[in-house]
C-alpha cells in the first residue's frame, strides 16, 4: 500500500466528508425512508385503492431497498452509485405521485426501494469508515443524524408542498433539487479519498498511532451464516428496527385523542430531538474501549423502560406518556449507528465492508413488515404494542448479550 506524507498545512477533509454525509442522510432518509408513509396516504387519496394494496408497494420499496443493500459493497466498486441512487429515487417517488395502475406503483416502488438504501445507512458506513478509525464513533453520530434530521425537515416539507403543488409536482421538486444536491457532495466529497488527498484516517499519520485498527480479529473465511458474532448481531439490530419502527408507525395516532393532533405531532418531533441527543452523546463520549455490545443493550434497556412507561400510563396520563416517548426517543438513533461500531471491533477491516451492508439488509428486509403486525396486534388493544415492543427489544437485548466475547 502507497503512504503519502501528511500535509501539515491541510486541514483534514474527513471532517468535511462526514458534513457532507449528514446532508446525503437528510435526503437519503426524508425522502425514502419517512417519505413513504405520506406517499401511501397521497395515492390512496388520489386513487381510491384500498390501504392494504398501496401498504404492499410500501414493503416492496424496503425489500428491493434490503436485496439491494446486502451487496452494495459490490456496487460501490463503480463510480457514481451514490449519484444514481438519487437518480432511482427520484424517478420512483414521481412514479408513485403518477401512478394510474397497480403496476405502475408496484414499479416506482421498486425503483425507489432500489435507490434510496445507496443513500441509507451502509451507504452512510461505508463512506465514513474509509476516513474514520479511532473517532468513528463520533464522526458516524454526526452524519446518522441527518437521517433524524430528515424527519423533522421532509415530512413537514412534504405536507406543505403536496398542499400547495400536487403530489406529483412535489415530487418533481424534491427529486430534482435531491439529484442536484447529491451530485455535488458526490463531485466535492464522495469522489476524495485519504490516499488521493496525501492524509490518514484520523488525520492522524501512521506515527501518531491513533488510526491503528481497534480490533484484532481474525479475518472470516468461513461462512458469516456460522459465525456467532455476526448471528447475535444481525438478530439484535434487526430486532431492535423491527419494534421501533412497530411502534412508531401507530404511536401518533395514539397519541393524538390524549394530545390531540398539533401537541402530538410535537410530541413525535420531540422523540426525534431525543434520537439525535442520545447518538451525538454516545458518539462523543463513548471510550474507544468501551463493551459496544454492553452499550446497545443498556440503550435498548432505556426504550424498554419508555415502553413499559407507556404500558403503565395506557397513554391516559400526559405526563407518563411524554416521558415514556422521550426515553423510547433517546435509542432510536442509536440502534442505527451502533450495530456498525460493535462490527468495527469485532471483526477484521476486510470484513466490516460485508457484515454491515449484510446486517443492515436483515433489519430491513425485517421491519418492512413491523407496522403490518403491529397493526395486527392492535386490533386486540393499544396496550399490546407497548407489550410486543418491550418485548421484540428485550429479544435484541438477549441477542447482542449472547454475542460478547471474552476480554482479555
Known sequence: MTSYPQ???????????????????????????????????MVVQRTGWSVALVSAAVTLHFLVGAVV??????????????????????????????????????????????????????????IIALWFVQRRP????????????????????????????GFAQAAVIVGISMVLVVGALSVVAFSKSPDALGQYPDGVGPQGGESAPLSAAPTVRASLWRDRRFLTLAVGMAAGLFAQIGLLAHLFSIMVPVFGPQAAGLLMGGATVAAIVGRTALGWLMPASADRRLIASASYGVQILGSLLLLATDAGSPAGAVIGILLFGLGIGNATSLPPLIAQVEFAKSDVSRVVPVIVAISQATYAFAPALFGIARTISDPVLFIMAAAVQCLAVVAFLAGRQRRP
Do not use: E
Open 7 to 41: 500535509s501539515r498545512t491541510t486541514a483534514f477533509f474527513g471532517w468535511h466528508v462526514v458534513a457532507a454525509t449528514f446532508v446525503l442522510a437528510v435526503f437519503g432518509w426524508g425522502v425514502g425512508f419517512y417519505g413513504p408513509p405520506i406517499y401511501l396516504q
Open 69 to 126: 443493500v446486502a451487496n452494495l459493497p459490490r456496487l460501490y466498486r463503480l463510480a457514481g452509485v451514490t449519484t444514481a441512487g438519487a437518480v432511482l429515487l427520484a424517478i420512483g417517488v414521481v412514479g408513485w405521485s403518477i401512478a394510474s395502475r397497480p403496476w405502475n406503483l408496484f414499479a416506482a416502488a421498486v425503483l425507489s426501494g432500489a435507490g434510496w438504501v445507496a443513500m441509507g445507512a451502509a451507504a452512510v458506513n461505508a
Open 138 to 165: 463520533a464522526a458516524l453520530s454526526m452524519a446518522y443524524n441527518g437521517a433524524s434530521v430528515g424527519g423533522v425537515v421532509f415530512s413537514p416539507l412534504w405536507v406543505m408542498l403536496i398542499a400547495a403543488s
